[in-house]
């Protein structure tokens, strides 16, 4: 006779566009295994839309203390703006819920470590949401690159090039330092280079520029950046949100195969495809192909690792220092841009100011400056 699955008991803060269509449906995906209880908005009105969407017997809060009181949930979603996440979170894991957070998880290293200590403290484990680690076809790769099957990984291009326009960026919180913590680097390619990070691992070096091209904001509207993986492979990655042909694209070129993954904002495994070198038999590249099951690169597929973690009292994929290392990515490519300097892995560390902040304090870029020069 097979147990029937724990239920774990969830509340969501935040009941906007990503919980509504991204972690809604990933808990009715899992709702074996999770119960949602509790949702916490500041916006009543949301609140009550989410509510109803949901299923009336979800508890709601206007405050996260009340809910994290009141009801002790096993594990929080966390959907608010970025600015949020590093209280909330810390919040939550003070309380002894598990967290997974949406992107960025935090502004700055600086917050990030202050995360892993309340971690720490509370035993309990926050990891941040990258959905595209966790599709089918994203494992496959990972599979074939870290096995050698495809040959040493030599060259690869990492493409977010994404269009949004003055209507996306009369949000508030949307291009400011202090509430998105950066522009396409923070908010968009994020999801494209956590991904090339977990594809190639390590890297060493970061050369980098950003410019402030369309919009009025505080941060870039583009980035790019040259890399140097501790494996050797040398990349591009290209973060902007001016692009009208809008697409988001991986491209590594092993030894023995190119792998190409081009796609929008989730990836199925036909989006995968594996180019092999002229020397390679063809019966050794057909096996290459993604095995049939196909899982979407989606929140259902994040939330299903972390509930298995939970189920094992281990540590859940996305936290941590593998997360740690896709922000310290950020604040190295931010950090070369506005520097003008190559960066090294592991050089920002707490008293270098693009540890406390993306920005790092340059004067072309913090907010103060900026501020006091339009004065
Ligand atoms: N993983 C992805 O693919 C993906 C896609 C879009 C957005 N995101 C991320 O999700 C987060 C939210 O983005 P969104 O587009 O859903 O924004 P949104 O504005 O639609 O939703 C945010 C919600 O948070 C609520 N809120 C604000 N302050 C609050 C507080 N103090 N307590 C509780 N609720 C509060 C707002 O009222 C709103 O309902 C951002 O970090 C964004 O980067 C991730």
Same mark, same amino acid.
């Given at each position: 006779?097979?147990?029937?699955?724990?239920?774990?008991?969830?509340?969501?803060?935040?009941?906007?566009?990503?919980?509504?269509?991204?972690?809604?449906?990933? $808990?009715?995906?899992?709702?074996?295994?999770?119960?949602?209880?509790?949702?916490?908005?500041?916006?009543?009105?949301?609140?009550?839309?989410?509510?109803?969407?949901?299923?009336?017997?979800?508890?709601?809060?206007?405050?996260?203390?009340?809910?994290?009181?009141?009801?002790?949930?096993?594990?929080?979603?966390?959907?608010?703006?970025?600015?949020?996440?590093?209280?909330?979170?810390?919040?939550?894991?003070?309380?002894?819920?598990?967290?997974?957070?949406?992107?960025?998880?935090?502004?700055?290293?600086?917050?990030?470590?202050?995360?892993?200590?309340?971690?720490?403290?509370?035993?309990?484990?926050?990891?941040?949401?990258?959905?595209?680690?966790?599709?089918?076809?994203?494992?496959?790769?990972?599979?074939?690159?870290?096995?050698?099957?495809?040959?040493?990984? $030599?060259?690869?291009?990492?493409?977010?090039?994404?269009?949004?326009?003055?209507?996306?960026?009369?949000?508030?919180?949307?291009?400011?330092?202090?509430?998105?913590?950066?522009?396409?680097?923070?908010?968009?390619?994020?999801?494209?280079?956590?991904?090339?990070?977990?594809?190639?691992?390590?890297?060493?070096?970061?050369?980098?520029?950003?410019?402030?091209?369309?919009?009025?904001?505080?941060?870039?509207?583009?980035?790019?950046? $040259?890399?140097?993986?501790?494996?050797?492979?040398?990349?591009?990655?290209?973060?902007?949100?001016?692009?009208?042909?809008?697409?988001?694209?991986?491209r590594?070129?092993?030894? @023995?195969?190119t792998v190409e993954l081009t796609?929008?904002?989730?990836?199925?495994?036909?989006?995968w495809s594996?180019?092999?070198?002229?020397?390679?038999?063809?019966?050794?590249?057909?096996?290459?192909?993604?095995?049939?099951?196909?899982?979407?690169?989606?929140?259902?597929?994040?939330?299903?690792?972390? $509930?298995?973690?939970? @189920?094992?009292?281990?540590?859940?994929?996305?936290?941590?220092?593998?997360?740690?290392?896709?922000?310290?990515?950020?604040?190295?490519?931010?950090?070369?841009?506005?520097?003008?300097?190559?960066?090294?892995?592991?050089?920002?560390?707490?008293? @270098?100011?693009?540890?406390?902040?993306?920005?790092?304090?340059?004067?072309?870029?913090?907010?103060?400056?900026?501020?006091?020069?339009?004065?």
């Amino acid at each position: 006779m097979s147990l029937s699955p724990v239920r774990r008991r969830v509340a969501v803060i935040g009941t906007g566009a990503i919980v509504s269509g991204g972690h809604l449906p990933a $808990l009715r995906a899992h709702a074996d295994r999770t119960e949602l209880v509790a949702a916490v908005d500041v916006d009543q009105g949301r609140l009550d839309a989410f509510r109803a969407a949901a299923g009336e017997h979800v508890a709601g809060f206007t405050s996260v203390s009340a809910m994290l009181d009141a009801v002790r949930p096993d594990l929080v979603l966390i959907g608010t703006p970025p600015s949020l996440h590093r209280e909330q979170t810390v919040a939550a894991l003070k309380a002894g819920a598990w967290v997974l957070c949406e992107k960025p998880l935090c502004l700055s290293l600086a917050e990030y470590d202050e995360i892993a200590a309340a971690e720490e403290a509370s035993g309990a484990y926050a990891s941040v949401v990258f959905q595209h680690r966790y599709g089918s076809g994203a494992v496959h790769a990972r599979e074939l690159i870290a096995s050698g099957e495809l040959g040493a990984p $030599l060259v690869a291009h990492c493409q977010t090039t994404w269009h949004r326009d003055a209507a996306y960026y009369a949000a508030p919180w949307r291009g400011r330092w202090a509430t998105e913590g950066g522009g396409p680097t923070m908010g968009h390619g994020i999801h494209q280079y956590d991904l090339l990070l977990h594809l190639l691992g390590e890297w060493d070096e970061v050369r980098a520029m950003a410019a402030r091209l369309v919009h009025d904001t505080e941060s870039e509207d583009v980035s790019t950046a $040259l890399v140097r993986f501790c494996n050797g492979a040398l990349a591009t990655v290209v973060n902007s949100v001016l692009s009208p042909d809008e697409v988001s694209r991986i491209r590594v070129d092993c030894a @023995d195969a190119t792998v190409e993954l081009t796609h929008l904002y989730g990836h199925g495994n036909d989006d995968w495809s594996y180019t092999p070198a002229r020397h390679v038999p063809a019966e050794r590249a057909a096996a290459w192909r993604t095995p049939a099951h196909d899982v979407p690169s989606s929140h259902t597929a994040q939330l299903g690792t972390l $509930l298995d973690a939970y @189920d094992a009292g281990a540590r859940p994929p996305g936290s941590g220092q593998q997360a740690r290392g896709t922000l310290e990515f950020a604040a190295a490519l931010y950090k070369a841009a506005f520097t003008g300097r190559p960066v090294r892995a592991g050089e920002i560390v707490p008293g @270098d100011p693009f540890y406390e902040a993306m920005h790092g304090g340059h004067p072309d870029w913090a907010p103060e400056e900026r501020a006091e020069e339009q004065a």
